[in-house]
């Protein structure tokens, strides 16, 4: 199981409080349901977040990296995403402010920054006259 399958079966066992063997079993139906229906050539909608379909690429001409020759590669299928305009706007909101971070931080930061003074390898730099 990859890291973020991973994650997200630990998110959903936190969030509904399901074991983590059966936010596991929830997770690959969910994926399984999503990748039969791409299989059929339908698209899946999953409201307020977005749009999985397929998208038919054309037969084309390529250069081979390795020859530099030019080949024909066959017509073939792809899945694309396409995110609904309430995830855009929720992920183009977020806002980063360097002050707050700092602020939450602080003791943090204040202890990476004695740690790196008081390295032998770390030495300011002066300004230049």
Aim: with cysteine.
């Amino acid at each position: 199981m990859s890291s973020i399958k991973t994650q997200l079966t630990r998110s959903i066992a936190n969030d509904t409080g399901f074991s983590q063997k059966k936010s596991s079993e929830i997770l690959k139906v969910l994926l399984d349901s999503l990748t039969e229906a791409l299989a059929k050539g339908d698209s899946v909608r999953i409201r307020g977040f977005g749009k999985f379909y397929l998208n038919h690429q054309k037969e084309r001409k390529i250069r081979h990296p390795l020859t530099g020759k030019s080949i024909i590669v066959g017509p073939k299928k792809t899945v694309k995403f396409r995110c609904f305009k309430s995830l855009d706007q929720e992920i183009n909101s977020f806002n980063f402010d360097i002050n707050e971070f700092i602020k939450e931080n602080e003791l943090i930061l204040q202890q990476l920054y004695d740690l790196i003074e008081n390295s032998g390898d770390y030495e300011e730099e002066e300004d230049a006259v």
